[in-house]
């Protein structure tokens, strides 16, 4: 590797294919009701750019169900939505179009089964991200329980009932070494706690954290295009700096000062699985008349998850 001013992109990084799928899913909703008002509930992902272009093109965008008009049109995000909102949506006679991605919804269905049975589950997440909520918010059974865990300090607080019947799901968008020393931690504490072999962190952010962690190594600085409330950015910023490398969350190159690149020679370029690939081309026309005229790619991407429409579209 040459040490001119070099850009590492690396590789997969940027949309995947939840993401890609709850965008498509709104601009269908929007040809299909054109002249009517559409409505989605939250940021249908985390990506400023994205909410921005769907509000031009006269998306409304909610934070709670109860703004939108009796018998409207509503797109649920990508993160996915509790119980207490499809029973609302029902309420309020809402024409729904779930964009909630398959990965999370196939978390719901396992805490939905484990609610039926009463048995309790830890799970391991933010609080307050949309997915930890709606995830939550499958649970029902008010004689089993589900405990909320960011850490394994947090499993102090945690009062199980039966430990024999415990189980973990996890947030998707997580630090895949950071969930693994907690699910490691729960083990100890309960060793006969039931769950998947790993965590329920999907492939497209255990392939972005790997990629990021591999260009950390070689780059000066590691650039993360992604917007500041999406988790899986995040974490890639965090999963480079762990790596040992200097790095940013920029929502566009527009967030950059010359200041931090000055005397970089390689800077490397991820995106979140929310951030569209243009504001990547934008960053790298930047960073190409700054003078970064060599350009490399570090990984390959094969990734080839796709997911079907929800019927009707
Ligand atoms: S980051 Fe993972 S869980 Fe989230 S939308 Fe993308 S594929 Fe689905």
Redesign the pocket.
Known sequence: MSDTKTILLANPRGF????S??IEIVNRVLNKYQGQKIYVLHEV?HNKHVVMDLMSKGVIFVEDINEIPQGSIVVFS??GVSDDVLVRAKERSLAVFDAT????EKVHRKVRKLSELGEEIIMIGHKGHQ?VEGTLGQYLNPNGGMYLVTNAQDLSHVQVKDPNKLHFVTQ??LSVDETKQCIDEIKKLYPNIHGPKGPDI????QNRQSAVKNVAKIADIVLVVGSKNSS?SNRLKEVAIGAGCEAYLIDDYQDLSDDIIEGKNKIAITGG??APEYLIDDLIEYLINKGYKNIEEIGTSSEK?NFLMPKGL
Do not use: M
Not at 202 to 205: D, L, M, V
């Open positions: 995947c294919a939840g993401v799928r709850a992902v990508a993160h991605c398959p990965i999370v997915e998707t968008t999907c492939y497209a952010t899986n699985a929310s998850q």
